[in-house]
């Protein structure tokens, strides 16, 4: 059974505080994803990653950093935490298949709150 | 520019009676596409997909619709049962990008 777990499910910050997010999956992916969950919003993408130390930016990057040293494991890092950063992470991997098919398996995700 | 629209941000049926969840597109590139369900507090999950060669594929009480000239595919859930109340997202991608782009969601809510 695929797995994807992230190391904590609620996290509260305060404003200035580095945060880490960490993600691991053991099914031998080559592609991570950070994606952040906003009501009315939806999923929208703020890092991902194609291989160990590569990464790439998405969508909303911006006051964000990632970190790959091994396959299995992608971190998102908020260097200095700001309030219009609480929402729900949620992490993702998916395969190299060289076809079509690109389904993501979802982590439980982390609900950040930062006062 | 929202690449993936999920216009009606929720729906509320009657347990047994069909679930239609629609989702538009706008990039004609995208050539897969994927429903998720999400349940609060909850990673999404995938639920069923559709490539761009086929206009149907169905599984179990999942049925998904794709009009590439429309560019506008459906999710039908029949019959619908107070489990399947979650929040419902389309996404894309395009060839080898393993990128998805997802619509905002749909909740539905299925009443007993």
């Known amino acids: 059974d695929v797995k994807v777990t992230q190391s904590s499910r609620y996290l509260v910050k305060r404003t200035g505080e580095k945060v880490f997010l960490e993600c691991v999956q053991d099914?031998?992916?080559?592609?991570m994803f950070w994606y952040r969950q906003d009501p009315g919003l939806g999923l929208r993408l703020i890092y991902f990653s194609y291989d160990v130390k590569m990464k790439e930016k998405g969508d909303i990057p911006e006051g964000y950093s990632v970190s790959r040293e091994k396959k299995e494991r992608f971190s998102l890092i908020l260097e200095s935490a700001s309030t219009n950063q609480t929402s729900m992470y949620l992490c993702a991997s998916t395969e190299t298949s060289g076809g079509l098919y690109n389904e993501q398996f979802f982590g439980p995700g982390t609900r950040l709150t930062v006062l | 520019d929202q690449q993936v629209k999920q216009n009606s941000p929720s729906l509320s049926v009657q347990e047994g009676r069909i679930s239609i969840l629609n989702c538009d597109y706008t990039n004609s590139m995208f050539d897969y596409f994927l429903w998720y369900k999400k349940y609060p507090a909850e990673g999404p999950t995938f639920l069923i997909s559709?490539?761009?060669?086929?206009d149907k594929n169905e599984d179990g009480r999942f049925t998904v619709f794709l009009n590439k000239s429309a560019k506008h595919l459906s999710l039908h859930i029949v019959p619908s049962q107070p489990g399947d109340s979650a929040v419902y997202f389309c996404?894309?991608?395009?060839?080898?990008?393993?990128?998805?782009?997802f619509g905002k969601g749909t909740l539905l809510t299925v009443n007993p």
């Open positions: 099914m031998d992916h080559e592609n």
């Open positions: 559709i490539s761009s060669i086929k």
């Open positions: 996404a894309a991608s395009h060839g080898s990008n393993y990128k998805l782009t």
